[in-house]
């Protein structure tokens, strides 16, 4: 595992792994995340082994922001346009469906290093918090490092996460309605 501190220099490097199908701990204004590239299944799915997650939970994508959202096949528009315009970037996960059915979870991050890496990196990375599942989430570099350290190909250090909490995520159905999975 290699570990870097954010700048631009660990930016180039950190996108170049990640799109070549590293599984690694980024920083985000929430808690710490376990990320790979949604393109690459085989990273994907070691992602989830990482995680310890069962294979049917799913896990959003971090965006660099509503456009790459739409690049990918989700147009946002009613009340999902309107929760995005005015909680993103930030702490808010918006889960919505598309017109073929699909259903995904999109969060911007309100750290700006972060999204220019999902921005390098293409617009979107899948993203759940930095530990096992059922353990607390990571707040610091070293968190995540004490608990899957030994299983990432690296890891990038921000200092504290600014917020300390996971994200408020809300189902918007296409009629509108919002439902929150978690406060």
Same mark, same amino acid.
């Given at each position: 595992?290699?570990?870097y501190?954010?700048?631009?220099?660990?930016?180039?490097?950190?996108?170049?792994?990640?799109?070549?199908?590293?599984v690694?701990?980024?920083?985000?204004?929430?808690v710490?995340?376990?990320?790979?590239?949604?393109?690459n299944a085989?990273a994907?799915?070691? $992602?989830?082994?990482?995680?310890?997650?069962?294979? @049917?939970?799913p896990i %959003? !994508?971090? *965006?660099s922001?509503?456009? /790459?959202?739409?690049?990918?096949?989700?147009?946002?528009?009613?009340?999902?346009a309107?929760?995005?315009?005015?909680?993103?970037?930030?702490?808010?996960?918006l889960?919505?469906?598309?017109?073929q059915?699909?259903?995904?979870?999109?969060r911007?991050?309100?750290?700006?290093w972060?999204?220019?890496?999902?921005?390098?990196?293409?617009?979107? $990375?899948?993203v759940?918090?930095?530990?096992f599942? @059922?353990?607390?989430? %990571? !707040?610091? *570099?070293?968190?995540?490092? /004490?608990?899957?350290?030994?299983l990432?190909?690296?890891?990038a250090?921000?200092?504290?996460?600014?917020l300390g909490?996971a994200?408020?995520?809300?189902?918007?159905s296409?009629?509108?309605?919002?439902?929150t999975l978690?406060?």
């Open positions: 595992m290699k570990t501190d954010c700048g631009d220099a660990a930016l180039d490097a950190i996108a170049d792994a990640l799109l070549a199908g590293a690694g701990v980024i920083p985000t204004d929430t710490y995340g376990l990320a790979a590239h949604p393109a085989a994907v799915e070691r $992602l989830y082994s990482v995680k310890g997650r069962e294979g @049917g939970k %959003a !994508l971090l *965006a922001g509503v456009a /790459a959202v739409e690049r990918f096949g989700f147009p946002l528009s009613g009340k999902a309107e929760m995005a315009r005015s909680g993103w970037p930030g702490p808010l996960t889960v919505v469906e598309n017109a059915g699909r259903t995904e979870g999109f911007v991050p309100a750290h700006d972060t999204r220019r890496l999902i921005e390098r990196c293409g617009g979107l $990375l899948r759940t918090s930095a530990n599942s @059922g353990r607390p989430p %990571a !707040l610091k *570099a070293e968190d995540a490092i /004490a608990q899957i350290g030994a990432v190909d690296f890891v250090d921000d200092g504290p996460s600014r909490v994200s408020r995520v809300v189902m918007v296409p009629s509108g309605a919002t439902r978690r406060p």
